[in-house]
């Protein structure tokens, strides 16, 4: 069955300083695979997707995500964090033929000043 | 452009009441849209899914129903509210791959 895992519940980082994300994935073709983002009591906003091609894919407010097939993994980066970024990133993979996606449980970023 | 409206923001409703949330969909014609349920540390759980009007296919068997009286109208309903069912409820909508979400209703079931 596919799925995705977060293994990083909480992270905190310092305002400055670069940060990745983990997501691993489960799937047994080509996944799409999506990040995004929520503030607190709000919806999620995308910050990038991944379907096809290129690799190394670019969001919005510089973050970017690297699809590497022989680990699994869709991992979320940003080289130097912004304290407007601490808010909680989900990892999505679209189920196979479908437009229903299974989410990872999120992992929450907190910024020091 | 496309907007998504969910409302209300906030609900605090008694065991055994009924609910109804609504959703709606401005900017697009026939898009899927979806009902999640979000819990403290459990990421998000898809309850709805509806391709077109009257389509509604239900994800997990529950004490919630949903409806798709219109195109871009999307309501979520329970006719008994359980304590289980507070939670933070999301309505997306997609045309192909890449989801909108709406800003959420947090629902309290005391």
């Known amino acids: 069955a596919q799925s995705v895992t977060q293994p990083d519940i909480h992270i905190t980082v310092s305002e400055g300083a670069s940060l990745e994300l983990r997501c691993n994935y489960s799937?047994?073709?080509?996944?799409?695979l999506f990040w995004y983002v929520q503030s607190p009591g709000q919806g999620l906003q995308l910050l990038l997707k991944y379907f096809s091609g290129d690799t190394l894919v670019q969001g919005i407010k510089g973050f970017e995500a690297e699809f590497k097939r022989s680990q699994s993994s869709f991992n979320l980066r940003k080289p130097s964090v912004h304290w407007s970024d601490a808010a909680e990133y989900f990892c999505a993979v679209a189920r196979s033929g479908t437009y229903k996606y299974i989410f990872g449980t999120g992992t929450r970023l907190k910024v020091l000043a | 452009s496309q907007t998504i409206h969910q409302w209300p923001a906030t609900l605090v409703q008694p065991v055994g009441s009924p609910l109804s949330l609504e959703c709606t969909v401005e900017?697009?014609?026939?898009?899927?849209l979806y009902w999640y349920r979000q819990a403290a540390g459990r990421g998000l759980q898809l309850l709805f899914y509806s391709v077109g009007i009257g389509q509604i296919s239900s994800e997990v068997p529950q004490n919630l129903s949903a409806s798709r009286p219109q195109d871009r109208q999307f309501i979520l309903s329970s006719k008994k509210l359980l304590l289980s069912d507070s939670g933070f409820y999301l309505c997306?909508?997609?045309?192909?791959?890449?989801?909108?979400f709406g800003s959420g209703t947090r629902l309290t079931v005391v």
């Open positions: 900017g697009t014609s026939n898009p899927n």
């Open positions: 799937y047994g073709a080509t996944p799409y």
């Open positions: 997306a909508w997609s045309v192909l791959y890449g989801y909108t």
